[in-house]
Each structure stands twice: as structure tokens, then as C-alpha cells.
């Protein structure tokens, strides 16, 4: 539900387009850093002063024709970028603009360093088909004519709608059925209510799959990055998650980027998915443009990335962040993995630390006289031993508003009866204990 509110708050703000500039001759990149260029095609901005002849060239090449005005400006996705350093100059009477273009391959890297092998490839189980030959020296995933280091394939579009009974499913071709009668409806932010039939493109950026997925005719210029948690160690290719489709964000018309390379199931490199996110924004800017803003969303390891990301990327990947089931990183996260068998060894055999709830000062996790311990079957337990999960899903645990104020749990704020009395109206079957 929170994720829902803040959604709402930003979908009425519609910020400048990024870059703006009010110089008579300006030249910009779009969708991305001019020295993180990938994929040999950049999208470009020219402003000038009206009436100036302009002329833009990449190495020498006239590219002015490629030039249209779009909602972001006369903008021009410039192709044929060959890897490495690329001059684009702009002219307009007098005025002149240089800037230099650093392309990277799409398979990477950008920052990260060198790629990781061996590394498991995914895109026939992905749909997308096998891996594309890169090599003859026996590297990799053998397929026919040769070997597949990288994993990369070639971009595939689809249309999806979304049924009445909650699913996605392919959209058939016309035929004399017309439209499917289990086909839903979805009311975008910009009150329209349109059907629910999903564009997606799934392809291979950075030897990683990715999807990005809008309501067909629907997009309402708002756009989500779905971030995804657990751990893994890499040397795979990963698959994509349902987050893809995102069905509230989708119906509302936001645009969902996706991909298997910021889920930290598939790898824990932050530097590796900060550069995999921004290559996926790229090809999206390259696509559709620049959206008004976009809103990170994810939990546990897709919380510490908006986070990460947040911090050393700024606004260039996302404008808010939805953090859920956060912490503060791995490593103090794994402390209590090896600090809690031996602590609750020490605690049941020390008189000091008889009662649960003391045990808080300890393990610094929540401690309770009233929870029921699965190993005792009495009361008495704590997080090291029943832990805050269940079936995958952060719970609390229920204790009453007195205890909760007893405890400290609301800080500083110290209710009054009345505001008391109020809390146990609202919450007549108790709080969270965090």
C-alpha cells in the first residue's frame, strides 16, 4: 500500500525534461553520459536560435536529416557508432557544438571491469532463442556454428493482455474470435480506461535479459524500475522475474524496465547491476524518450540497490526510490547468521538473560516472553530463533499499545491516554512490535 501512495504523490509531478539549456547552440545526449554510450546509437538533443541553418555531423558525416522534433525537442536517435570515440559537431550560423561520444559494446562492460566466466547462458528457456555465436575457441555455451561466451539475442517483441482471472497471457493474432472475451480493462492515471494489452520487449543488455513493458497506446510518460532481491553469485544469466509485469504500474500506464541483471538472486555485483540498470534506461530513452520521472521499486536486495544506485547515480537511473524489506548491506546482515547460535547457546545457560525480553539488549533483535519457541514449545522466543520470515514474507509480531509504549516503540513520542485510547481503537488487535 505504501508503494501505492507514493506512486499517486509522483504521478502529479511532472518535473522538466532533463538537460534543459537555454544557450543559443546547444548539444546534448539524452540517454545517456556521453563517455557511457552503448550499443553503437545514442539519442541526441540540438537546441538553436530559430532561423539559424543547422547542421549536425557524426565524424564528418552530414546526420542532420535524422533530426525531428519530437516531445523532448529536435532530437535525433544517432546510429553508427563505432566502439570507442565518436565526434559529433553541430553548427547554427556563427555557433558551433562539439561533443564526444564514448560507445561501449552492448554485451559491456561500461565500469564494472572484466566480464565474469564461465557464464551460463538463458535465452532459449527466456524465449529469446539461442545464444548468438561470439566465438570459435570453444568458450562458452556450444550452439550451432560455433560457441556463445556473452549469451547476447536480438530483441523480441510481444502483446500480452491481461485476463479477468488475474494472469497474463499471450494476445492471439485476429481471426474471427476478435477480442478475447476474458480480456480486463485498466483505468490509466490520465483517466482513460482502455484494454489491458500489454507491449513487451525482452532482448540481452549487458549479457543480462531484460524487459521493458508499457499498456499499448496507454503510456501515460511515467516510467518504474523494478528491482529485485536475494543472493546469488553470478556466472549466470539469470531469467526474469514476474516483477516484469508489473500489473498495478502497467495498468496505471507506467512504462515497467526490468532485468535479470539487477536481481541480486542472479548476481551481488553493485557496481556490475548500477551499470546494467542505466544500459536499460538508455535503450528505453532510445525508444520512447525521456520520461517524466522514474520511480525505483523493490524489497530486501532491490532495496539496497535504489539506495546504492540513489547515491552514486544520482537522477540518472531513478528520480524516487520504494525501498521495502530494506537493511543496511550484506555483511552486517550476515552477522547474525553466526553470532546467533552462539548467543542463544551462552543466554539459556546464563540466569542474567532468563527472561526473553531482555535478550533485545544482546542480539540487538526483537526478544518476547509471550511468543510460543518452536524447539521449547513454551513461551519465550526471539528472531534468532523463530526469525522475521514467513514463507518469504517479512512479518511482525502483535503486542498490545501499552507494551508498545512501554517499550519505547514510537521513540520520542510519548502518547497521552487520550492519543492511547485512540491507538487501541484503530489497532484492537494490537501493533507490530517493530
Not at 2 to 13: F, I, P, R, T
Not at 77 to 102: F, H, N, Q, S
Request: aromatic letters at 8%; charged letters at 20%.
Amino acid at each position: 500500500m505504501k508503494a501505492v501512495v507514493v506512486l499517486a504523490v509522483l504521478a502529479s509531478l511532472l518535473p522538466a525534461p532533463a538537460y534543459a539549456s537555454r544557450a543559443d547552440l546547444a548539444l546534448e545526449v539524452l540517454s545517456s553520459r556521453p563517455d557511457q554510450v552503448t550499443g553503437g546509437d545514442a539519442l541526441l538533443r540540438v537546441s538553436h536560435r530559430e532561423g539559424a541553418r543547422l547542421r549536425v555531423t557524426r565524424d564528418g558525416e552530414d546526420v542532420t536529416a535524422a533530426f525531428k522534433q519530437t516531445k523532448d525537442g529536435l532530437t535525433a536517435l544517432v546510429t553508427g557508432l563505432k566502439t570507442g570515440a565518436t565526434t559529433i559537431v553541430a553548427t547554427a550560423g556563427r555557433e558551433r557544438r562539439t561533443l564526444t561520444l564514448r560507445n561501449h559494446p552492448i554485451e559491456g562492460p561500461v565500469f564494472s571491469g572484466p566480464h565474469q566466466y564461465p557464464f551460463l547462458c538463458k535465452t532459449e528457456r527466456s524465449g529469446l532463442g539461442p545464444p548468438a555465436v561470439d566465438n570459435q575457441d570453444g568458450q562458452g555455451m556450444r550452439v550451432a556454428g560455433g560457441w556463445s561466451r556473452d549469451c547476447f539475442a536480438p530483441a523480441v517483441t510481444d502483446r500480452l493482455y491481461r485476463s479477468t482471472d488475474g494472469t497474463f497471457k499471450p494476445l492471439p493474432a485476429s481471426g474471427p474470435t476478435g477480442r478475447p472475451a476474458d480480456m480486463a480493462t485498466t483505468t490509466l492515471l490520465d483517466g482513460r480506461t482502455v484494454d489491458f494489452v500489454v507491449r513487451r520487449e525482452r532482448g540481452v543488455i549487458n549479457r543480462f535479459l531484460y524487459s521493458i513493458a508499457m499498456v499499448e497506446d496507454g503510456w501515460t510518460g511515467r516510467a518504474i524500475y523494478r528491482f529485485d532481491g536475494g543472493v546469488g553469485i553470478g556466472h549466470d544469466q539469470g531469467t526474469l522475474g514476474g516483477n516484469a509485469l508489473d500489473p498495478y504500474g502497467l495498468g496505471k500506464g507506467y512504462a515497467i524496465m526490468y532485468s535479470s541483471g539487477t536481481r541480486t538472486s542472479t548476481h551481488y555485483n553493485l557496481i556490475l547491476g548500477g551499470e546494467t540498470a542505466l544500459m536499460v534506461k538508455e535503450r528505453f530513452i532510445e525508444q520512447y524518450g525521456v520520461p517524466l520521472y522514474t520511480v525505483g521499486v523493490g524489497a530486501s536486495g532491490g532495496a539496497i540497490q535504489q539506495y546504492l544506485y540513489g547515491q552514486n547515480l544520482g537522477d540518472r537511473l531513478i528520480d524516487a526510490a520504494i525501498p521495502q524489506y530494506s537493511y543496511p548491506d550484506m555483511v552486517t546482515q550476515t552477522i547474525h547468521v553466526g553470532d546467533c547460535k552462539l548467543l542463544e547457546r551462552y543466554m539459556d545457560h546464563n540466569p542474567r538473560w532468563a527472561r526473553w525480553d531482555d535478550r533485545t539488549a544482546l542480539i540487538g533483535m526483537n526478544a518476547d516472553d509471550t511468543v510460543a519457541n518452536p524447539y521449547t514449545g513454551k513461551p519465550g522466543s526471539d528472531e534468532c530463533v523463530n526469525g522475521p520470515l514467513e514463507g518469504g514474507v517479512h512479518k511482525c509480531r502483535l503486542q498490545t499499545v501499552d507494551r508498545a509504549v512501554a517499550r519505547g516503540l514510537y521513540g520520542s513520542w510519548h502518547p497521552t491516554e487520550e492519543e492511547r485510547a485512540r491507538l487501541k481503537q484503530i489497532f484492537p488487535t494490537g501493533v507490530c512490535d517493530y
